[in-house]
């Protein structure tokens, strides 16, 4: 079942639809259109990371594990999350949203977060379109994240969204070495003339631009090798596969994108600030693919989540990202539910020949 067949006839669809505008009404920052946000803070102590003794570190991606506290669907979802973790030992984990599907949202984020703190491993949240639609909004599932143990989610002050972050990797010299970006991709459209999906909006873009060009400039006028993590993907995931001449794709693909029905720009801003190699969302249950396109890679995490939604995509998993310090590009690979690694791959040098 595809992702508007299972919003269409699923019990859930009416909080799944109704829900959303009073979510985003009491969960939701706004800014005008003529406030420009501070000067960025570069990130604090806690969100600062250092590469193992061996030079590698290693981020676990989650994504879309729609756990709901007390369903007999879920313990599928947390069994997973525990064997990625106890599997792959990351030094960072990233969700990517739709962490939970269901009420009572705080003790779901807690069970299905757990493990996590249990680990003492630190990790961070995006947070996706569902999780805050039940009885919480998104901005008070934010808050209850950050009180949970291993969290270093801080949040931007003064821009769209709650859950945009930044993360950094420094080298054994002191140096930063990576920036980790997070985009709080919202929920819904509040725009009536354009309804669907949310986006990226042009404060959370302005504030990515001045952090980059920050970074830069720290970084001998050179662009910092960037990732980002967000959880609807934007419109270029869909161009990408329709310009099929200036794409390579790896992967699963098992259903179009669901992005927004507007295009913000982040894609473009990413190009002009020469930084990010890769875009790294959720989402779309049944797509696990990384596609080259137009000099960017548009990279889908595995689902790791359950039968409380749609799923053709099995078993479940996690994406897995490595980093070497003094090496450029990334390796990333997938890890399935029982032990399986598929689609183990070095970015760029997997995509230089078709």
């Excluded at 994108?257 to 990413?270: D, H, I, Q, T």
């Amino acid at each position: 079942m595809k992702r508007r067949d299972f919003i269409r006839n699923s019990a859930l669809a009416g909080l799944a639809t109704a829900m959303p505008l009073a979510a985003e009404a009491a969960g939701k920052k706004k800014t005008k259109p003529t406030e420009v946000p501070k000067e960025p803070e570069l990130n604090a102590e806690n969100q600062r990371f250092k590469f193992r003794p061996d030079g590698k570190f290693k981020i676990l991606q989650f994504t879309d594990t729609h756990y709901i506290t007390g369903d007999n669907r879920s313990p599928r979802a947390l069994k997973n999350v525990i064997e990625m973790l106890d599997t792959e030992k990351p030094d960072l984990v990233i969700h990517t949203g739709d962490i939970i599907f269901g009420k009572p949202a705080e003790q779901s984020l807690k069970e299905i977060l757990a493990p996590m703190g249990e680990r003492k491993i630190p990790f961070a949240v995006a947070i996706g379109n569902h999780d805050g639609q039940y009885d919480k909004n998104r901005k008070e599932v934010f808050d209850i994240v950050k009180t949970l143990p291993g969290n270093i989610n801080r949040g931007i002050e003064g821009i769209y969204g709650d859950s945009n972050d930044l993360i950094t990797l420094v080298g054994a010299d002191g140096q930063t070495k990576w920036a980790f970006y997070l985009f709080d991709s919202g929920d819904s459209c509040s725009d009536p003339d354009i309804k669907g999906y949310d986006y990226i909006h042009w404060d959370q873009i302005n504030w990515y631009r001045q952090t980059s060009a920050k970074l830069r400039q720290q970084n001998g006028d050179k662009p910092l090798p960037s990732l980002a993590f967000f959880h609807i993907p934007v419109p270029e995931f869909t161009w990408g596969l329709r310009y099929d001449t200036h794409r390579i794709l790896k992967g699963n693909f098992g259903e179009d994108p669901c992005p927004p029905s507007v295009n913000s720009g982040l894609f473009v801003s990413m190009k002009e600030m020469g930084d990010v190699q890769a875009i790294i969302c959720g989402h779309d249950h049944d797509d696990d693919y990384a596609m080259q396109w137009r000099g960017l890679f548009l990279i889908y995490g595995r689902f790791s989540g359950c039968d409380t939604v749609y799923n053709n995509l099995k078993p479940n998993g996690a994406r897995i990202i490595e980093l070497t310090e003094g090496q450029p590009g990334f390796r990333s690979w997938i890890r399935c539910f029982g032990g399986e690694i598929c689609q183990d791959l070095r970015f760029p040098d997997a995509f230089k020949k078709y």
